[in-house]
């Protein structure tokens, strides 16, 4: 167990980055397996499965999941697997993938510029001081 406090934030951080990946790569293998199934038994949704498997693999290199070039080794063999199952190349432009519509946010209305909230420095007046 670790003793020291910056020991204690690493095990935490490590095990948030764990579970990240973890997610991650098994949304990888899930999606793959898809694919792989769909091409196998030639199915209409193949090209949808594989744009999607494509998009999972991009969104995990991104975050440094996998390697971008495993993620370009995977890809390419599927897509190669999928133009031999259907004998013709396949254009993925033309394949649309569903998306979550994006949040819009509330435009902030512009407020006018901020006063400086700095005080003004008001110059001390000499006091002359009495003699006796």
Known sequence: MPITKSAKKAL???????????FWKN???LSLRKSRKAISAKSKDASRLVAETI?????AASKK??????AA???SRLVKALN???GKPVQFES????????V????????SPKKSSKKKVVPKTKVKKESK
């Open 84 to 86: 031999k199952a259907l």
């Open 12 to 22: 935490r951080v490590s095990l948030r980055k764990k579970e990240k990946n973890l």
């Open 73 to 75: 080794r995977k890809k």
């Open 27 to 29: 949304k990888i293998k």
């Open 55 to 59: 998009k999972t693999l991009d969104k």
């Open 65 to 70: 999941v996998v390697h971008k070039n495993t």
């Open 104 to 111: 819009k946010k509330e435009a902030k209305p512009k407020s």
């Open 95 to 102: 394949i649309k993938i569903k998306a979550p519509k994006p």
